[in-house]
């Protein structure tokens, strides 16, 4: 097992070049295609950067779309704003619904906007 956790520790220092050398060797000498190279370096080899996973959202609403009067609505009661803000907000779109939301909360209420008829969008 100690050389199976050697084999793994020099695998995750491996630089972006000798990653691809070894994809270069595997699909050379054994026909394992170089898909396996990009899971050496995501498993923290080379000098690829990390990238964080956004954990706050943005529900945006593009336009109130045909029936603007069940988004009004639905943005009324999502945001807690007065009916004649709401409207305001509906009629001034493309504005921002929710912001700084999680994915599932976000998903949620651009179901809801999407389902009476506004366009949405998630970012």
Do not use: H, R, W
């Not at 100690?2 to 972006?16: C, F, R, S």
């Not at 954990?55 to 009067?69: E, N, P, Q, Y």
């Not at 949620?108 to 906007?113: F, N, P, Q, R, V």
């Amino acid at each position: 097992m100690a050389d199976v956790k050697a084999l793994a520790e020099q695998l995750v220092g491996l630089t972006v070049k000798e990653v691809q050398e070894l994809a270069d060797v595997l699909k050379a000498d054994y026909g394992i295609e170089p898909a396996a190279a990009a899971v050496v370096v995501a498993a923290g080899g080379g000098d690829a950067p990390k990238v964080e996973e956004k954990t706050a959202f943005d529900v945006v609403l593009i336009s109130g779309g045909a029936s603007k009067l069940n988004v009004v609505k639905i943005v009324k009661d999502l945001t807690g704003l007065g009916l004649k803000e709401a409207k305001e907000l509906v009629d001034g779109a493309p504005k921002p619904v929710k912001e700084g939301v999680s994915k599932a909360e976000a998903d949620e209420i651009a179901a809801k906007l999407k389902e009476a008829g506004a366009d949405v969008e998630v970012k």
